[in-house]
């Protein structure tokens, strides 16, 4: 059974009213992150990335400028999603891998809500996987955090659909043999208008992708390395640890160039079949060197990015790979609607559920 959380302010009920319009928080109303911490005890295995996540939510909330009654946290099964207990809204723990599903039917028909979905690997990418696509296919006005601890914590550490392969787990004694999802890329590839990674001790850049993903309309999806320090510890180790970041991390700025490295060295370039490939910048023609576009229509660059960290973390980018607008399914349906009604007046449900069996549309 879905469990639900919310705030408990009078405006709540001026929300809920189909068809109210957003609610602005008053003059004198300033909302901080004490506002959106609930009254909820914490419970997370000590020192798991999703307490970092959390305080970093939190903290940002206060930036979207709308009361706590017109927000809302949905989640599935998993660590993650106990994060809405969390988090002062209004909120749904429901079922696995539906949270996508479920924040679609409520960003349809409630347009003055801002929905956030936090999922896990195991939950959006396993049995998550159709909700996962479909929602990003249709550019449904949902925010969607996908925590990748590249594991199953929840239920002990099983292999997850991102785990690499030849992970030993409880569930693969001998090795994974499964070749694991890159949700970058599994989320270009269905079209999604806004994509972006971060990772869960860097704050400051979390913070930046979440401001980014608030401010699209549309479907906007962001992967957040989390550390599992219990069953998965270490996973992103090479894109955290002092000695081997600089040369692995590639931050990405909308319109500047691509440069990582200790001493900014090493840049990208298109290589011959249209992969990208890392360049040292000195001796390299400035030409060739990529100029970070996250606007660029076709996702062919986007993807290329995407690949840079196969296998075993070489270069990963982080920051907003795409971001693109695209028409929303929410307004599409909604000019359906009133164009529906403007030809055919308002419908009768009443008549139609005690009428014939068969009716014509059109």
Not at 151 to 159: H, P, S
Request: proline residues 6%; hydrophobic residues 40%.
């Amino acid at each position: 059974m879905a469990e639900i959380s919310h705030a408990d302010d009078g405006a709540a009920d001026v929300a809920r009213r189909p068809g109210s319009l957003t609610l602005v928080p008053a003059a004198d109303e300033k909302l901080t992150t004490k506002d959106f911490k609930s009254d909820q005890e914490v419970r997370w295995c000590p020192g798991c990335g999703d307490y970092a996540i959390l305080a970093a939510f939190q903290a940002f909330l206060p930036e979207l400028g709308i009361p706590r009654e017109n927000v809302v946290v949905i989640s599935g099964i998993g660590c993650s999603s106990r994060l809405p207990y969390y988090v002062d809204t209004y909120g749904m723990h429901s079922i696995h891998g539906r949270a996508p599903a479920i924040a679609t039917g409520l960003a349809a028909t409630r347009p003055d809500l801002s929905v956030w979905v936090i999922t896990g690997d195991g939950d959006a990418l396993s049995i998550g996987g159709n909700h996962l696509i479909h929602a990003l296919r249709r550019n449904i006005n949902i925010k969607i955090l996908l925590f990748n601890n590249r594991i199953y914590g929840l239920t002990k550490g099983q292999y997850s659909p991102t785990s690499e392969q030849g992970k030993i787990t409880k569930s693969t004694p001998f090795g994974s043999l499964d070749t694991p999802f890159n949700p970058i890329s599994l989320a270009l590839g269905a079209e999604a208008g806004f994509v972006a990674r971060t990772v869960d001790s860097d704050r400051k850049h979390l913070t930046s992708v979440l401001r980014a993903a608030a401010d699209h309309r549309g479907a906007a999806f962001i992967e957040i390395y989390q550390n599992c320090p219990i069953f998965n510890d270490d996973a992103f180790a090479p894109l955290t640890a002092p000695e081997t970041r600089d040369d692995r991390v590639v931050r990405l700025e909308h319109g500047q160039p691509i440069r990582f490295g200790a001493q900014g060295q090493f840049g990208l370039r298109f290589g011959r079949y249209g992969s990208l490939e890392v360049a040292e910048v000195s001796g390299t023609d400035p030409q060739t060197l990529l100029v970070h576009n996250a606007e660029e229509a076709d996702p062919s660059y986007a993807f290329a990015l995407s690949r840079l960290d196969v296998p075993g973390f070489a270069h990963t980018p982080i920051g907003v790979y795409r971001r693109v607008a695209r028409p929303t399914y929410d307004d599409a349906m909604t000019a359906q609607i009133s164009d529906a009604r403007a030809r055919q007046g308002e419908g009768d449900l009443a008549a139609l559920l005690a009428g014939p069996d068969t009716w014509q549309v059109g």
